[in-house]
């Protein structure tokens, strides 16, 4: 069985430039997650879609961070303007449905401002 | 105060050894509970889910105190391949939403 697969693997920007990352879910998994996981520091949530639309987005910087899933399938999230302190790498999980089961994790978008 | 506090470590130790890791936790609504496994550069991966009652895995066991809010991790006849960063995790679902909540990682490594 396939994996979460993301691209690109890595990504150097200039800041206040704008960057995007696309995510592609395990085949038949309904829910899907953004972490952002800075240097020393575990993953933390973003955002959390069922299908295409948002569960949570309680902790996504709304006025330079966006995402959708418009077909409840891949999705993307882009930064704009990025800031120096959005340098982390950028992990998309995907999990069969809400509630109780495991989240598999991709191997991340690793971003970096200058 | 942080949401899910551990050591970050680094903890070394020799292989064969005995190495037990702790964390607590502040949002008593948690409902679940883990350990990842993160290799330098790669995603987390799940290690083995917490139960009140204690769980063993091999090597691996977990204990969870709701009461005290604390989850432990202890690894037994530690071998070179366990150097990794293990990540306390909790989950409190509501609303639809189930997103994890990470702690910061305690960074293992074994020396042979």
């Known amino acids: 069985e396939a994996g979460v697969a993301q691209s690109p693997r890595y990504k150097i920007i200039e800041k206040r430039q704008s960057v995007a990352f696309w995510c592609n879910p395990i085949s038949g998994h309904a829910t899907l997650y953004w972490y952002q996981q800075i240097l020393g520091q575990g993953p933390k949530l973003l955002i959390q879609f069922q299908n295409n639309g948002v569960v949570d987005d309680s902790q996504l910087p709304k006025d330079r961070f966006s995402a959708e899933r418009l077909k409840g399938v891949d999705s993307t999230l882009k930064i704009q303007p990025a800031k120096l302190e959005d340098s982390a790498v950028y992990l998309c999980?995907?999990?069969?449905?809400?509630?109780?089961?495991?989240?598999?994790f991709g191997p991340g978008t690793r971003l970096t401002v200058t | 105060r942080k949401e899910v506090e551990q050591d970050p470590g680094p903890f070394n130790v020799p292989e064969g050894a005995t190495v037990a890791f702790n964390c607590t936790y502040s949002n008593s609504a948690s409902q679940s509970f883990f350990w990842y496994r993160q290799d330098c550069r790669k995603e987390p991966k799940l290690l083995m889910s917490v139960y009140s009652s204690g769980n063993e895995d091999g090597r691996f066991t977990a204990q969870l105190n709701r009461a005290s809010q604390y989850i432990s991790l202890l690894i037994r006849d530690s071998k070179l391949s366990d150097s990794a960063t293990y990540l306390c995790?909790?989950?409190?679902?509501?609303?639809?939403?189930?997103?994890?909540?990470f702690g910061k990682g305690t960074h293992l490594i074994i020396q042979p």
């Open positions: 999980a995907s999990s069969f449905l809400v509630g109780g089961y495991e989240q598999y």
């Open positions: 995790v909790v989950r409190a679902t509501g609303g639809g939403a189930d997103g994890l909540t």
